[in-house]
Every structure is written in C-alpha cells, then in structure tokens.
C-alpha cells in the first residue's frame, strides 16, 4: 500500500491545491447563494482504504451519504462521497432558494452535494489543467448500514481516500459535511505525476 | 537595499511560491513562518518591512496576526494572500490594515505589480 | 490540453482527418438516431435545438417549439424549480442532475415500450449540462434518458424486498409474528421499559392436550385449531401489543405499558373465549381450552430471557392446576 503514499511534498501541494479550489468554489457558491459563506481550514487527510472503513464505521449519526462519480482527462478519476450527520440537513432547501415543499428531503442532500462537488472539482480540475465530467449523484440507501457495503461493491478497487472536511457557515445558519474523495490505484499514480510536474516547477 | 521579509503560511508549497516570485535582490533576506503564533514572534522579535500573510493557518490564523500587528502598533506592510477571496473577507482584512488581498495561486508579475504600486519597488 | 471528445470539438478540427461539413452532418446524424431527447436552451430557457427523439416522443409541431420558451413549450414542467436548477447551471457553470428515483419523470413522454408500470409516462434521468459558445453564450443542454424498464425493475426488486421482509417475520401458518421477530420485539420492548421506566407484561400459552387432538383428529385439524386459535385471540389484542407462535402449539403476547393485573384481566378473556368458542372441523365440533401463564417485569429481572421463564413457569402452574386457567408470578 506505501507506494500509493504522497511524499511530504506531494501532500503539501495537493493539500494548497484542494485548499485553493474550496477557496473558489466557496466564493462562486456564497455569489450563487446570496450570502456570506465563511470557510474553515479544510482539513484534509489522505487515508487508505482500511482506515477510511474504520473511520467511518466509528461515525455515529451518519444520516445520509450521496455518491458522484468523477472523470477527467490523464486517467484522474474517482468517486466523492458527501457524508452528513443528522443535524445538517435542516435548511438545505431554504439555503438552496427553493420552497420546502417544492423538494422532498433526498432531492435537497442530492442537489447540495452536486452543486459542492462539481464547484469545487471544477476549480480543482482547473489548476491541474484538467477537466472534470461527472455521473449523475445517487442517494445511498440508508447510509448507516450500507456504506461499508457500498465501498465493497465499488466498480474499481480504490486504494487511497483523501478525507476533505468541509465546514460551510451561511451567514446565521451553518452546515457541515464530510467529502470524501475516493481515488482507485491508476488515478494515484496519475496525480503523483501531475503533482510532481506542478512541484518541478519550483 | 533590500528590505526584511517574512513569509507566512503553513503551506511549503505556498511559502516556495511566493519566494519564487520576489524580486531577485530581496531573496536573501527573507524569514519564514509556518503559522500565526511562530510570525508574531518573529515581527516583534525583528524589525519586519514586508509582510506576506496567508489566512486560513491552524491555530492563529491570518485574521489573528493582522490583530497582533495593530495591539503591539508594529509598522509593516501586510499582503495578504489567500485561497478565501469572498469580497468580504478581503474588505475584512483591509480594515485591519493589510495593504493588498491577492488571490491564490500567486503570479510572479501580480506581486511585482502591487509591491511597485505600494513604492516598495 | 488535448480534447479527445473529436464528435463536439471544435478545437480540433484541424487535426480532424475529415471535412467540417463532413463532421456536421456525422454529428447531427447521430444525434437524430440516439435514443435519448437532446434538447438545448438558450440563457433565456427558449429552446433552441431539439432532436429527433423529442420531436417523435412529444409529437410537437417544429414551428411551435423552436425558439419557445421551454414552459410554454412543455407546460407540464415544475416551473419554479426548474428555473432555479437553470440558473444553477448557468451561474455555477457545472452540471446538474435529475434522477427518476427523485422524480419519475419531467416531461410528459409516452413509453417507448410495452411495460405495464404505474405511470403512463416515460421514466426518465435528466441531465443540465452548461455549454458555452463562441459568438451567442451561454446555453443549457439537457438530455432526457429513457429509463422505464429500469424503473419498472427496481420498483419490481423493491416490492419483492418488502414481501421478503415480512415474510421474514411472519409464521407461514398462523399468519401472526414468528418467534424470532417475537423475541426480537422483545428484546426491544424490554430495554425500552427499563430507559423509560415503563411497565411490561408477557403472556405465554399453550392448547391443552393438543397432542391427543392431532393424534384424534389428524394434523389438519390441528393446523386449522392453531389458525382459528390465533385469529380469536388476535381479536382481543390492542394495536401495540405482539403476538407471536413461540412453539408447535404455544404463543406468546407482549404487552407494552400494561400492568400484571390488566395482562391477567386480558389472559381471563383470552381463557374464556377459546373454552366457550366451538370449531368446526370436518362438520365435526371441537372444543379446546388453553393454559396461560402471566408477569409483569419486576425491577429484579437483568435480561429479558428471565421475564419468559417466569411466564412459563406460571403457565406450567397453570397446567399443573388442572389446564384451562390463568396463573400469575404475583
């Protein structure tokens, strides 16, 4: 499993890229929403699959997980999770603009996490000179119970997640959610080389 | 001659790209921070000409130090730099004395620029 | 960055190994024989482009589509929502989804295929997709993709699962709760009454002489005495109470928040009604009588295995009295 490991290196610049697309993606989304957005320090881990399992098999209150599939150029492909806990999902609709009863509960996680991962994979895409296209997001079906499953069951072997946690504050209301991006052998590989030529640069 | 510098933020790859796009002649002088507590040891430890501040740092944050700057009434140009460009934190950040908000990635000519509009170059 | 995706580029064109015209006509040819709607807005939501698929599925008239507002063009669309999830797609410049499983379908389409579902309109996935031109600006592509016999399948898989799920609780014969979702409702109610400090009692009986009916009478007979037996005292329970089969002839009843003198009241009843109801079997009448054994959770008992053995050992009093009877732990 080392060898899929980012050098100290390698995880610093990930780590200023991811940081620099939550930055615009939060900017385009506080334009986009009408509202402050206040960003607290992404932290980000990268973890291997063993450990992600552990992590989130420890996470109580897991309410809902939607998944969305990503794809660009140079093999960089993977899947983003959105996890939320229970009390996140309140105001997702008042927060979107839209009516209550214009969206049941499922369509308003499913619309946040697209608007979230596509915004910031967009920018992230951007900095690597890459372009994204993405699969439709799906709903995991009782997340609780499922989602180790689902990991099992994925159409590619992953073998690292990097572990985004997200914290947006909306003005008087805030919201949190993990994303988790989960990123097969191949696309690692293709990264490190992205992130070696964005490093050779200095 | 060249002035004291000190580059703040946690990020290696940040600091490097910065220092990459300073002036040739200002290179040698320049002193780095990787979070907010260890450059305000600093800027009261040194006489600090040139700052450049990144925001979003664990512990004290960029916020923190610009705050620190104006309680122990140091004279120093502040750059902010950082990936939370939202219009109100960069008018947040000028209200708390930093000269300039530059976006991140930092662009070697950007910088230049905005030093020379400021008389430091 | 080099664009692979040599069908909607433009970029490439001059590596392109044929004609432009040539290109064109490849790409709209394609477009017209793809079995999923295309249909393109401008920053305005008029449509601007509509494929074959959507021309064929929606039998609309050419002159009253293009250059149209979408919402006149299909007024069954949720107008209010859609517009936002527009702007989404132009503001933010990334894409937007909308899957069956949310909404079965936006526009009013009929199938393509002969499954009998509960809808009369096509299932669909829809995709907002942000396209950018060089000389008019922002347009919205949205594909429409027929997804019926997925839905009919999963709706299918789905109620299979449901059936499974309560097959998976239910005694097969007696049609009540089986004993391992009886005990598993147990194991529940019991941890409940000690969180809330509620009251819980249990009832457990048993057909006296059941043995020597199956023996007289054959087993059908006593398979009928369990169902009739069942469906009796299923007549007397209240909504909140389970029933279950516990074994060949014995059943047992929780009962939430009811204190040992109401569970010994309702055992009366039960007693009583089975001794005085006649069955028939074969134009024959049987008559049968059960035991029953009574308790109520004490704060001595640690588990609720220790609540059953209580019940049973008074249902065993009971039958050591001389059979249909009520006998309590108090």
Known sequence: MSEFHLTEDQQDCLEELINIAMGQASDQLARYLDTFVYLKVPSIESVDAKE????????????????????????????????????????????????????????????????????????????????????????????????????????FS?????KVNINYQVTDYSFNCNMILLIPETAITNIKHVLDRILAEF | MSPSVLICDDSN????????????????????????????????????????????????????VLQGIQKLKLDCNVFVISADIQPEMQSKVKVLGAKEFLRKPIKADVLINHLQQHGLL | MSDFNALISTKTIDILPISEQALKQINSQIANQLNTGVLVLDANFNVIIWNR???????????????KSIFSVFPELPERWLTRKLSTVLQLNTPSFCSWEQRHHLFELPHTRPITTDSDFMAQ??????????????????????????????????NTLIELEKISRIDGLTQIYNRRHWQE????????????????????????????LNDNYGHQCGD????????????????????????????????????????????????????????????????????????????????????????????????????????STA
């Open chain 1, 52 to 155: 992600l399992m552990q992590t989130l098999s420890q996470q109580e209150n897991t309410m809902a997980v939607v998944s969305q599939g990503f794809f660009g150029y140079e093999g960089i492909r993977g899947e983003a999770l959105l996890v939320y806990q229970e009390e996140d999902s309140g105001r997702i609709a008042d927060l979107l603009g839209y009516e209550p009863d214009e969206l049941s509960q499922d369509e308003q996680l499913i619309d946040i996490s697209s608007i979230l991962t596509t915004t910031f994979l967009n920018v992230f895409a951007r900095q690597i000179d890459n372009q994204m296209s993405y699969n439709a997001p799906k709903l995991l079906p009782s997340a609780k119970d499922n989602l180790s499953e689902h990991l099992q069951q994925m159409p």
């Open chain 1, 158 to 162: 992953w073998d690292l997640a990097l």
């Open chain 2, 13 to 64: 790859m940040a600091r490097k790209q910065v220092l990459r796009s300073l002036p040739e002649e200002w290179k040698n002088t320049v002193q780095m921070a990787t979070n907010g507590a260890e450059a305000l040891t600093i800027l009261r430890d040194n006489s600090i000409a040139v700052l450049f501040l990144d925001l979003t740092m664990p512990g004290i944050d960029g916020i923190g």
């Open chain 3, 53 to 67: 698929f959507l021309q064929i599925h929606t039998d609309k008239v050419v002159k009253n589509t293009l250059g």
């Open chain 3, 125 to 158: 996935n829809c995709t907002f997709l942000p396209v950018e031109t060089d000389c008019h600006g922002k347009h919205i592509c949205i594909l429409i993709e027929d997804v019926t016999d997925v839905c009919h399948y999963q709706t299918q898989l789905k």
């Open chain 3, 185 to 212: 409702s147990l194991e529940q109610e019991y941890s409940k009454s000690r969180r809330h400090d509620k009251k819980l009692s249990l009832i457990m009986l048993d057909l006296d002489y059941f043995k020597l």
């Open chain 3, 224 to 327: 009928m005495v369990l169902i009739e037996v069942s469906t009796l005292i299923s007549s007397l329970l209240r909504v909140e109470d389970i029933f279950g089969r516990y074994g060949g002839e014995e059943f047992a009843i929780i009962l939430p928040e009811t204190e040992l003198s109401g569970a010994i009241d309702l055992a009366q009843r039960i007693c009583n009604i089975i001794a005085t109801t006649e069955l028939i079997y074969n134009e024959q009448a049987i008559n049968v009588t059960v035991s029953l054994g009574v308790a109520q959770l004490s704060t001595e008992e640690s588990n609720y295995e220790e609540l059953i053995t209580q019940s049973d050992n008074a249902l065993y009093q009971a039958k050591a009295l001389g059979r249909n009877q009520v006998c």
